[in-house]
Every structure is written in C-alpha cells, then in structure tokens.
C-alpha cells in the first residue's frame, strides 16, 4: 500500500536553522496519528512541511499523487480573524472545494453536493444559512472539517484543534473524529497536547522534540523512555486516569533525554503538586 505521506530523514527550518531534524514517518490510509511534543518542539513546523508551505532542507518528502492534485484537508489552528470571517457556513464549506474547481470561477454541481454531503454528514445542515462567526467554537469546527473534506476525504490535518473549546464540545469533537477515522477511512494527523486522548484514540504517536524521541504504535509508547508513565493518582498529588488528567510525565532516561512534564497547555511542570496547586490543575479539558 502507497503511504498518503512519507518522510525519510527529513529536515525542516528557517532561515538556515533547523526546526526538526531527521524525521522518518509515514501516514497510511486510515491511520490516526497523533504529533506531540512541548512547546517549540517543531509540531508545527513539521505540519508546514507536510503542507506543503515549508520545503524541506534535507531527506525525502513523498506526498501520494491524489493528495498532490486535491490538496490536502487542513484545520488550522484558528486566529481571532478567522473566527470572525464574515461568510455563511455553506460557503465557508464550499470554499474547501476551490482546489477542485481548476481555473473557472464557479462551484460545479458535483461540488456543491460535495458540500452539502459534507454538511449532512457533520450534522451542521440546519447551520448552512447561518453567518460562520456567529457559531460556537464546536459549531465551527464542524464547518472546518466539512470544508477540509470538500478537498479531500482522504486525510486531514489537525493543529490543536480542542484549543478554546469546551469540555462537552471537546468530547463531541473527538467522538466526530472517531466516526471519520473508523467509519469513514479518513486519516487523521493531528498535533496534540491532549495526550490521554492521543494514546487512547490514535493508532501511530509520533514525539518530537525537535528530532524524533518516538514514533510507532500508541500502545507500546506507554512503555517508551519517551513517555515514561502516564497519569498519577490524584490523591497523592498524582492523577487518576479517570480525572480527566492530560499529563505526561517523562523520565530522564539512560541517554540523560530532558524530563519535562506534558499538560494539555504544552507547558513544562514536574508533576510536584505544590506547583499550580496540583499536577492536573489547569491541564483538564
Ligand atoms: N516562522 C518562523 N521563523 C523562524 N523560526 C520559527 C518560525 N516558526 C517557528 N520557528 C521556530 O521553530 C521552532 C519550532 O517551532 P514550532 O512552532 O514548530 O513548535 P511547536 O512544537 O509547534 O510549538 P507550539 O506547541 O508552541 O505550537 C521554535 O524554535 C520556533 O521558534
């Protein structure tokens, strides 16, 4: 089977600096692959490159000739002007389609049922009318998704897409996820610093910390020098799995690798809890 997408040592940076090095991963059709990593870890400059909008500085970038000629589906992390974007959700749906409308200026019928399927199956029919930044944070996202798949319902791209949204409208986002990764074959690559959620419904993690501390299988990252151990018991100033705790925390290992902790905000704390008063403090969603 083709990968959707192939790095092979690859390199990505700016300005001659490096921002990733040595990447070595492949999406699959169907795979739901999840990139972490702290802040300034280069998640996404590795998106960008993925993208498209970065090239790469060194190694091997294969991109599926399908995905070359739709483009690939992309949610980005959105901006305060982007969730004010004055249009209605039909034609912030629609205009996912404009890779397929070549050089001439109008949607073609195939399109626009492309767009109304697209609705259906996001549940936001009844929205279509509506002005896109009049709607909730979990209603847009929706619009967003059903956008990206108007250009191809192959493989989307997510960079932190729960940021700002509530718990409920996190788990409904998750579960829309799900459904189109396990229903609809759609593969998933999203950048996240929800752990608990990428170990549990991811089938790849990738860590990056400027390289790759670990990219395989989700199930055996709970056992790699990357992830150390997941979830502390609350009560003792660790958290229970079932506390909604987004932590990772990570062990020094052998090689002297940093020992961060990863909170849903991506940001570093060592798990003690007098820090912030308790280590899942400010990480629940
Ligand atoms: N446009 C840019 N020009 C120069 N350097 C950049 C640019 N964008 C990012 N960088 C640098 O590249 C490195 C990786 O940044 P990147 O944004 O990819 O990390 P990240 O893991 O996505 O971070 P976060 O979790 O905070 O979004 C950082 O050192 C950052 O300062």
Redesign the pocket.
């Known amino acids: 089977m083709t990968p959707l997408i192939k790095c092979e040592h690859v390199d990505f940076g ?2 001659n ?1 490096d ?2 090095v040595d990447v070595n991963m492949e999406v699959d059709a169907g795979d739901y692959l999840c990139i972490v ?10 998106m960008k490159g993925l993208l498209g909008l970065l090239k790469p500085t060194a190694g091997r970038l294969t991109v599926a000739e399908e995905l070359r000629r739709t483009g690939i589906g992309y949610l980005p992390q959105q901006t305060a002007a982007q969730k004010d974007f004055p249009a209605t959700v039909r034609e912030v749906v629609l205009s996912g389609a404009l890779s397929r409308t070549g050089r001439l200026p109008f949607y073609s019928r195939a399109e626009k049922e492309l767009a109304e399927k697209n609705m259906e199956k996001l549940g936001i029919t009844p929205l279509k009318k509506h002005c896109y930044r009049e709607l909730s944070g979990g209603q847009q996202q929706r619009v967003l998704i059903a956008r990206a798949l108007c250009a191809t319902s192959r493989l989307l791209i997510l960079d ?1 897409p729960i940021t700002g949204l509530d718990p409920a409208a996190i788990q409904d986002f998750y579960q829309m996820i799900r459904r189109l990764n396990r229903e609809d074959g759609v593969a998933i690559l999203m ?1 996240s ?1 929800d752990l608990r959620n990428a170990v549990e419904e991811a089938n790849k993690i990738l860590h ?1 910390q400027k390289q790759v501390l670990f990219y395989g299988p989700a199930h055996d990252y709970m056992n790699s020098q990357a992830a150390g151990h997941f979830f502390h018991e609350k009560e003792q100033g660790k958290c229970k799995p079932t506390a909604g705790c987004h932590a990772v925390h990570l062990q020094t290992g052998p090689e002297g690798l940093p020992a961060p902790v990863l909170g849903a905000s ?1 940001g570093r704390h060592t798990g003690r809890q007098e820090e912030k008063g308790g280590c899942c403090h400010g990480n629940d969603q």
């Open positions: 700016y300005d600096q921002a990733v990593g702290e802040n300034g870890s280069g998640k996404s400059t590795l932190e950048v610093h990056l991506g």
